[in-house]
């Protein structure tokens, strides 16, 4: 098993930009595909964005196409979101979450073994 922390959450104006962090221990990350998933107030937690294991396929959910980007430094054993052109749609808490190997099913949560205790982004207008 591999514990997940997230950082770099926070509050940020609409237009703003965050760069989120997923810290790996306990394991190398270097078997891990990775996620991004969200959590806004009153919905589910949903999908953001999943990057596989040496980094060379990335997914996102079409909602932060464009303004997002997942990036991994495995010698660092950490994965990265960074999110530019926020909007207050961003605003939820991000959960990194990994899985070994593959990324079949990518955005299913069930799929993804290990998970972070999540990091609040709070887009204002």
């Known amino acids: 098993q591999v514990q997940l922390v997230e950082s770099g959450g926070g509050l940020v104006q609409a237009g703003g930009s965050l760069r989120l962090s997923c810290a790996a221990s306990g394991r190398t990350l270097s078997f891990y595909a990775m996620g991004w998933f969200r959590q806004a107030p009153g919905k589910e937690r949903e999908f953001v964005a999943a990057?596989?294991?040496?980094?060379?396929?990335?997914y996102y959910t079409d909602s932060v196409k464009g303004r997002f980007t997942i990036s991994r430094d495995n010698a660092k054993n950490t994965v990265y979101l960074q999110m530019n052109s926020l909007k207050p749609e961003d605003t939820a808490v991000y959960y990194c979450a990994g899985r070994p190997w593959n990324l079949n099913n990518y955005n299913r949560q069930a799929d993804y073994s290990d998970w972070g205790q999540g990091t609040q982004v709070t887009v204002s207008s």
């Open positions: 990057i596989s294991v040496n980094g060379a396929i990335k």
